[in-house]
């Protein structure tokens, strides 16, 4: 089985910094497509960023190209997400999700077996 943990949400204003971390943990012997989404209240769950560090694959949506990073350490089996000049439409729950099909990485919430609990980013204006 396969756990992922993410971490670093918070609360924070308008142009400010976050990294949020997602910890996998299990069968981590397998090369993994780790992909980052977000539910903002009353909206659906959209794709953010992914990586597969295996396979050094990053994609990301265009809204937060030159805003956000994707990055990853194997030797920790974590990816993380560098969130510089936060907007107020940032604010969602952030989730990251996990598989190890993907052969590179993919923007579908579908193609993703393991999914974290997530952690909130709330950004004031």
């Known amino acids: 089985q396969v756990q992922l943990v993410e971490s670093g949400g918070g609360l924070v204003q308008a142009g400010d910094s976050l990294r949020l971390s997602c910890a996998v943990s299990?069968?981590?012997?397998?090369?993994?497509?780790v992909g980052w989404f977000r539910q903002a209240p009353g909206r659906e769950r959209e794709f953010v960023a992914a990586?597969?560090?295996?396979?050094?694959?990053?994609l990301m949506v265009d809204s937060v190209k030159g805003r956000f990073t994707i990055s990853g350490d194997n030797t920790k089996n974590t990816a993380y997400l560098r969130m510089n000049s936060l907007k107020p439409e940032d604010t969602a729950v952030y989730y990251c999700?996990?598989?190890?099909?993907?052969?590179?990485?993919?923007?579908?919430?579908?193609?993703?077996?393991?999914w974290g609990q997530g952690t909130q980013v709330t950004v004031s204006s």
């Open positions: 999700a996990a598989d190890r099909r993907i052969l590179g990485v993919s923007r579908y919430a579908r193609d993703y077996e393991y």
């Open positions: 299990g069968r981590t012997s397998s090369s993994y497509a």
């Open positions: 990586i597969n560090w295996f396979r050094a694959k990053v």
